[in-house]
């Protein structure tokens, strides 16, 4: 299982972000893809997850403070899995990761097996 994230920055505050998720090594379809963000000195917090294909065709969930600025969607033919991050706030600054696991999904760490190296964000005016 390989997952590699990219489409970090710098941007300013209210302005927008795409992080992709780039995947191989597994049947895409049926893992479910989670991101999750850290900053120094805290707990990697879940932000957004999307479940399997096979799980009512791939259902989205977000963490509250994201809720309704980020938007999580997969591609199943590119195996990619975004992250489209809108009205970006500095307390959105962290290192984005992604994961995927077969069986779980949710927005704790602990449910998730496999995980990429991450994209640094940094929102700041």
């Known amino acids: 299982v390989q997952l590699v994230e990219s489409g970090g920055g710098l941007v300013q505050p209210g302005e927008s972000l795409r992080l992709s998720c780039a995947t191989s090594?597994?049947?895409?379809?049926?893992?479910?893809i989670g991101w999750f963000r850290q900053v120094p000195g805290k707990e990697r917090e879940g932000v957004a997850y999307?479940?399997?294909?096979?799980?009512?065709?791939?259902?989205?969930a977000y963490a509250d403070s994201v809720k309704g600025r980020f938007t999580i969607s997969r591609d199943n033919v590119a195996k990619t899995v975004y992250l489209q991050m809108n009205s970006l706030k500095p307390d959105d600054t962290a290192v984005y990761y992604c994961?995927?696991?077969?069986?779980?999904?949710?927005?704790?760490?602990?449910?998730?097996?496999?995980w990429g190296q991450g994209t640094q964000v940094t929102v700041s005016s």
């Open positions: 999307i479940t399997r294909t096979t799980h009512k065709g791939g259902s989205p």
């Open positions: 994961a995927a696991d077969l069986w779980s999904w949710g927005l704790e760490q602990t449910l998730w097996d496999h």
């Open positions: 090594g597994f049947n895409f379809d049926a893992y479910s």
